[in-house]
């Protein structure tokens, strides 16, 4: 669009330009990337930078029964990842598509007043509530329980996702809603029967969302899970990488952390046109 | 039962309150009650006895009794400003400028690189740095500089502020990326022809046009990432750990270990409680500045 020049050569040339710029800039991090995937698969591991040979070795964590006494296993912490993602996703959608709903659409006392809070706390970094968020899991029994976390989890993302939510229910036009109303609908079957199927795309993109960030979520397990048994995928790589214990496997490394990362990454690639709509839980003016 | 309209709205009705609940339960439990908490454990000397013994202010006034404070706030400062300054704003107005002026195709594939360190999760995004950085021989920054016939070093110990800006920073840069893009693709076309037709350069279309149109968009971008990155300490936690010697510490971490490793929770709470303070104050602040009320249209239906 910046580059409206009228003769095409010039434009072209321009556009050359501007593409050698940003394939500069961004060389490091398709580096980054190609080096963890051939590191993996490579016999020396980080030794060269092309494999010289070819080995499944580092991939041995798929297949035995722990990397290392005491470790569990692969499965089990994959099995944790993906009921804490799963289920993040899911009470994290359908409560903010109810709530979602009735801010958008309700008019009621107080109504301002909670999209207001929820405007601010929207903006309010949820991580400093960390201690204070310890108490009250202890309080609940929940320390120590994935489902402890995901609570928290899908509580400190909550304000995001109904603003979010609110936005998409605020794009449905109001004649839509009203016919159904006048047709004799309540508004519980409007909601799931007119409005639901119109915000599909909404649907997709934070469910996508909600799911990349419990997949992803590292302090809060770190800080609540204190057995190995309750140990996600993030806690695993993370040990791998040093944490507390001293345990450098270069080839293990790579290959544990593609596997973590390749779920996130497959869904990036299939559906980034959704999650680039999400505006990240922020609205410009 | 009848009621007139007037008393009807006093009270929510009973289906709303069903769809409003889950969500107001669980905003209570984990958001209103912890920042309580966090206020009334800051007044209290509570570690790993689990004691709550309130002893008013002393928390507070041992901040300013701590020598590694300075340090902190120094680290925190520093940190905050140099990765919103150059990466969040700076690289992503860079990044979105240059993509707005490519065709569709391009501009998406590079948006797409871009955009792939904030959806790999963080733990592995911290791994491809290790490698990367890795002091030994075998880091890939080692072998381009043993290539050149340079020695290796060990970037992470000895810049670590450095590092820890730029891992930030690439993942920051991409939300001022998609803001930016969007706010610049929302400009009309013919603004941006016509500037063209008068004779303006594109450095002067960037420079007098296109940025005070983005005025309200990097105001944004700074509160909110401002806030995020005074609150964030996981890639610091995983990549130096507040170290060598609480040279990389910043508030939030120093709060977090005198919690978590020093079970001093008291102490914790009353640094984490500064930011909550900050939060709200900023949060509240940003909220008058971009004009709450004109986004809530009033909805035409009452309640049903």
């Avoid at chain 1, 040339?13 to 993996?40: E, G, K, Q």
């Avoid at chain 1, 092309?50 to 005491?70: D, E, M, N, S, Y």
């Avoid at chain 2, 490519?102 to 491809?128: C, D, E, N």
């Avoid at chain 2, 005070?212 to 995983?238: D, G, H, K, N």
């Amino acid at each position: 669009m910046l580059g409206d020049d009228d003769s095409s050569t010039l434009r072209r040339s321009y556009h050359t330009l501007l593409i050698a710029c940003l394939a500069l800039l961004s060389t490091p991090i398709v580096l980054m990337y190609l080096w963890l995937l051939l590191a993996s698969v490579n016999r020396e591991s980080l030794a060269s930078f092309l494999p010289t040979g070819w080995t499944l070795q580092h991939w041995r964590f798929l297949w035995v029964a722990t990397i290392k006494p005491g470790y569990p296993n692969i499965w089990v912490v994959t099995g944790n990842s993906l009921l804490f993602a799963v289920a993040v996703m899911v009470l994290e959608v359908s409560i903010a598509l109810l709530a979602g709903y009735v801010l958008s659409r309700w008019q009621f006392r107080g109504r301002l007043l909670l999209l207001q809070s929820t405007l601010l706390l929207h903006a309010f970094p949820a991580i400093t509530l960390i201690i204070a968020v310890f108490f009250v899991l202890r309080a609940l029994h929940l320390l120590n329980t994935l489902a402890g976390v995901m609570l928290v989890k899908v509580a400190l993302e909550l304000p995001f996702a109904l603003w979010v939510m609110k936005g998409f229910f605020d794009g449905i036009p109001w004649p839509v809603e009203m016919a159904a109303l006048v047709d004799g609908a309540n508004r519980f079957t409007t909601w799931y029967r007119i409005l639901l199927p119109q915000i599909r795309p909404g649907i997709t993109a934070l469910s996508l969302f909600a799911f990349l960030s419990g997949w992803g979520e590292y302090v809060f397990l770190l800080t609540f899970i204190l057995e190995k048994s309750g140990w996600t995928l993030s806690r695993y790589v993370a040990s791998i990488l040093g944490e507390g214990e001293v345990f450098v496997d270069y080839g293990l490394m790579t290959a544990a952390g593609l596997f973590y990362m390749f779920p996130a990454l497959l869904l990036f690639a299939v559906a980034h046109k959704y999650l680039i709509r999400l505006p990240f839980g922020v609205d410009t003016p | 039962m009848h009621t007139t309209p007037a008393t009807k709205r006093l009270w929510l009705p009973s289906p709303l309150l069903l769809f409003l609940l889950p969500a107001l339960l669980l905003i209570v439990v984990f958001f209103v009650v912890p920042i309580g908490i966090t206020g009334v454990i800051s007044l209290t000397s509570l570690d790993y006895r689990f004691r709550w013994d309130f002893v008013g202010l002393a928390n507070f006034l041992a901040l300013f009794q701590d020598a590694l404070i300075p340090r902190v706030l120094l680290n925190t400062g520093v940190y905050v400003f140099t990765t919103l300054l150059v990466f969040h704003l700076g690289l992503g107005l860079v990044l979105a400028l240059l993509t707005a002026a490519l065709p569709m195709r391009p501009a998406v594939i590079f948006r797409m690189i871009w955009l792939l360190p904030r959806f790999t999760p963080s733990v592995v995004y911290i791994l491809l740095w290790r490698l990367l950085l890795d002091p030994t021989e075998y880091g890939l920054l080692n072998r381009l500089r043993a290539a050149l016939g340079a020695a290796p070093v060990d970037l992470l110990t000895q810049h670590p502020w450095s590092v820890i800006v730029l891992v930030n920073g690439l993942t920051g840069a991409s939300l001022g990326l998609v803001i930016f893009t969007a706010a610049i693709e929302s400009i009309p076309c013919d603004l941006l022809r016509a500037a063209r037709v008068d004779g303006a350069t594109t450095l002067q279309i960037v420079w007098r046009l296109i940025l005070p149109l983005l005025r309200w968009p990097i105001m944004f971008v700074t509160t909110y990432q401002t806030l995020s990155l005074l609150a964030s300490f996981e890639a610091i936690l995983l990549l130096t750990n507040g170290g060598p010697f609480y040279a990389t510490e910043v508030w939030t971490l120093y709060a977090y270990h005198h919690a978590f490793t020093f079970s001093a929770f008291g102490y914790g709470c009353a640094m984490t409680f500064v930011l909550v303070l900050i939060g709200c104050a900023v949060s509240l602040f940003s909220w008058r500045i971009f004009r709450f009320t004109r986004q809530v249209p009033t909805p035409p239906i009452e309640n049903g």
